[in-house]
Protein backbone atom coordinates (compact mmCIF):
# COMPACT_ATOMS: atom_id res chain seq x y z
CA UNK A 1 0.00 0.00 0.00
CA UNK A 2 3.03 2.41 0.88
CA UNK A 3 4.18 1.95 -2.55
CA UNK A 4 0.90 2.14 -4.37
CA UNK A 5 0.52 5.75 -2.17
CA UNK A 6 3.77 7.11 -3.48
CA UNK A 7 3.23 5.94 -6.47
CA UNK A 8 0.27 7.86 -6.80
CA UNK A 9 0.82 11.04 -5.49
CA UNK A 10 4.05 11.61 -7.50
CA UNK A 11 2.19 10.65 -11.18
CA UNK A 12 -0.53 13.23 -9.39
CA UNK A 13 1.53 15.78 -8.15
CA UNK A 14 3.56 15.70 -12.06
CA UNK A 15 0.61 15.94 -13.56
CA UNK A 16 -0.44 19.12 -11.57
CA UNK A 17 2.73 20.42 -12.34
CA UNK A 18 3.01 19.81 -15.61
CA UNK A 19 -0.52 21.61 -16.46
CA UNK A 20 0.16 24.36 -14.09
CA UNK A 21 4.01 25.02 -15.53
CA UNK A 22 2.39 24.69 -19.13
CA UNK A 23 0.07 27.34 -18.22
CA UNK A 24 1.87 29.82 -16.53
CA UNK A 25 4.63 30.06 -18.63
CA UNK A 26 2.63 29.53 -22.28
CA UNK A 27 4.74 26.75 -23.39
CA UNK A 28 2.01 25.61 -25.36
CA UNK A 29 -0.36 27.62 -27.37
CA UNK A 30 -4.28 27.19 -26.06
CA UNK A 31 -6.24 24.67 -28.39
CA UNK A 32 -9.50 25.90 -30.61
CA UNK A 33 -12.28 25.20 -28.81
CA UNK A 34 -15.96 25.43 -29.92
CA UNK A 35 -18.82 25.45 -28.15
CA UNK A 36 -20.23 25.24 -24.35
CA UNK A 37 -16.52 24.42 -23.11
CA UNK A 38 -15.33 27.70 -25.21
CA UNK A 39 -17.95 29.90 -23.05
CA UNK A 40 -17.07 28.09 -20.08
CA UNK A 41 -13.24 28.91 -20.72
CA UNK A 42 -14.02 32.79 -21.94
CA UNK A 43 -16.42 33.21 -18.45
CA UNK A 44 -13.32 31.95 -16.49
CA UNK A 45 -10.69 34.04 -18.25
CA UNK A 46 -13.14 36.75 -18.30
CA UNK A 47 -12.52 37.17 -14.44
CA UNK A 48 -9.04 38.37 -14.68
CA UNK A 49 -7.88 36.18 -11.78
CA UNK A 50 -9.63 32.68 -11.38
CA UNK A 51 -7.45 30.51 -13.78
CA UNK A 52 -3.98 32.39 -12.11
CA UNK A 53 -5.74 31.27 -9.17
CA UNK A 54 -6.24 27.55 -10.12
CA UNK A 55 -2.94 27.27 -11.73
CA UNK A 56 -1.17 28.62 -8.77
CA UNK A 57 -3.08 25.97 -6.57
CA UNK A 58 -1.99 23.27 -8.94
CA UNK A 59 1.58 24.53 -8.65
CA UNK A 60 1.59 24.52 -5.10
CA UNK A 61 -0.21 21.51 -4.53
CA UNK A 62 1.96 19.52 -7.18
CA UNK A 63 5.48 20.44 -5.37
CA UNK A 64 3.63 19.34 -2.02
CA UNK A 65 2.66 15.80 -2.97
CA UNK A 66 5.73 15.47 -5.49
CA UNK A 67 8.33 16.43 -2.62
CA UNK A 68 5.70 14.43 0.29
CA UNK A 69 5.24 17.30 2.52
CA UNK A 70 1.82 18.59 3.50
CA UNK A 71 0.34 16.18 1.59
CA UNK A 72 -2.97 15.66 3.37
CA UNK A 73 -3.36 19.32 2.87
CA UNK A 74 -2.77 18.94 -0.76
CA UNK A 75 -5.10 16.56 -1.19
CA UNK A 76 -7.76 18.47 0.33
CA UNK A 77 -6.87 21.79 -1.21
CA UNK A 78 -6.88 20.22 -4.28
CA UNK A 79 -10.00 18.12 -4.30
CA UNK A 80 -12.34 21.24 -5.12
CA UNK A 81 -9.93 21.63 -8.54
CA UNK A 82 -10.00 17.73 -9.37
CA UNK A 83 -14.07 17.72 -8.99
CA UNK A 84 -14.16 20.57 -11.04
CA UNK A 85 -12.09 18.78 -13.27
CA UNK A 86 -14.30 15.69 -13.40
CA UNK A 87 -17.64 17.82 -14.17
CA UNK A 88 -16.35 19.79 -16.60
CA UNK A 89 -15.46 16.74 -18.67
CA UNK A 90 -19.01 15.21 -17.24
CA UNK A 91 -21.02 18.05 -18.29
CA UNK A 92 -19.50 20.21 -20.93
CA UNK A 93 -16.72 18.45 -22.79
CA UNK A 94 -16.49 14.24 -22.38
CA UNK A 95 -13.84 14.11 -24.61
CA UNK A 96 -11.35 14.67 -21.32
CA UNK A 97 -13.31 11.67 -19.29
CA UNK A 98 -10.12 9.61 -19.97
CA UNK A 99 -8.03 11.94 -17.51
CA UNK A 100 -10.26 13.46 -15.49
CA UNK A 101 -11.84 9.90 -14.02
CA UNK A 102 -8.72 8.66 -13.43
CA UNK A 103 -7.65 12.09 -11.83
CA UNK A 104 -10.93 11.89 -9.32
CA UNK A 105 -9.72 8.42 -8.29
CA UNK A 106 -6.23 9.27 -7.41
CA UNK A 107 -7.56 11.94 -5.16
CA UNK A 108 -9.97 9.53 -3.74
CA UNK A 109 -7.55 6.94 -3.02
CA UNK A 110 -4.89 9.59 -1.68
CA UNK A 111 -8.16 11.08 1.02
CA UNK A 112 -8.75 7.26 1.64
CA UNK A 113 -4.59 6.49 2.52
CA UNK A 114 -4.41 10.06 4.79
CA UNK A 115 -7.98 9.54 6.45
CA UNK A 116 -6.74 9.57 9.64
CA UNK A 117 -4.99 12.71 9.27
CA UNK A 118 -8.42 13.89 9.13
CA UNK A 119 -10.27 12.35 11.89
CA UNK A 120 -9.47 15.15 14.44
CA UNK A 121 -10.71 17.46 11.96
CA UNK A 122 -14.15 15.88 11.46
CA UNK A 123 -14.51 15.02 14.87
CA UNK A 124 -18.32 16.13 15.93
CA UNK A 125 -17.19 17.49 19.04
CA UNK A 126 -14.17 19.09 19.15
CA UNK A 127 -12.22 20.29 22.66
CA UNK A 128 -9.51 22.65 23.03
CA UNK A 129 -6.90 21.90 24.92
CA UNK A 130 -6.03 23.76 28.03
Not at 5 to 34: A, C, D, N, Q, Y
Not at 63 to 90: D, K, M, Q
Not at 112 to 130: E, F, I, Q, T, V
Amino acid sequence: MKIAVTVVRILVGLLFLFSSVTFLLKLFPTPEMTGPIKTFNEGIAASGYLMYLIKITELLCGLALVIGRYVPLATVVIFPVTLNILLVHLFIAPEGLGVAIPLMLCNLFLAYAYRDRYRPMLAANSKLAA
